[in-house]
């Protein structure tokens, strides 16, 4: 069984900065991208930004998010962090890290692994 667990959410200020992680472990399968998701307070689930897992880096931004949020990898420690910078509290939403198995499920809340979330409030 495969596990993702992420970290880093808290509460911020406007203009501040936090860095989310999410580690992978277990029988882990084969990834071919991971993806960072988030759920604002009554509102749907939302792609925020993905990396693929292989070879040459590729990186996906929501627009929204664009030119603030930086996502990278670290293959050997099965991990994927969030930069996320000047934070807006339109930010604020459970952040979701989600395994995706192929390129079908990569801007879908259908399928692929998912972790338990973690909550990131933006405000003064």
């Known amino acids: 069984q495969v596990r993702l667990v992420e970290s880093g959410g808290g509460l911020v200020q406007p203009g501040g900065s936090l860095r989310l992680s999410c580690v992978v472990s277990g029988n882990i399968p084969k990834i071919y991208a991971m993806t960072w998701y988030r759920q604002p307070p009554e509102s749907e689930r939302e792609f925020v930004a993905a990396?693929?897992?292989?070879?040459?880096?590729?990186?996906y931004y929501a627009d929204s998010v664009k030119g603030r949020f930086t996502i990278s990898r670290d293959n050997a420690k099965n991990t994927v962090y969030l930069e996320m910078g000047s934070l807006k509290p339109d930010d604020t939403a459970v952040y979701y890290c989600?395994?995706?198995?192929?390129?079908?499920?990569?801007?879908?809340?259908?399928?692929?692994?998912w972790g338990q979330g973690t909550r990131v409030t933006v405000s003064s």
């Open positions: 990396v693929t897992w292989s070879g040459d880096v590729s990186t």
């Open positions: 989600k395994l995706a198995r192929a390129p079908s499920e990569l801007y879908t809340n259908i399928g692929g692994y």
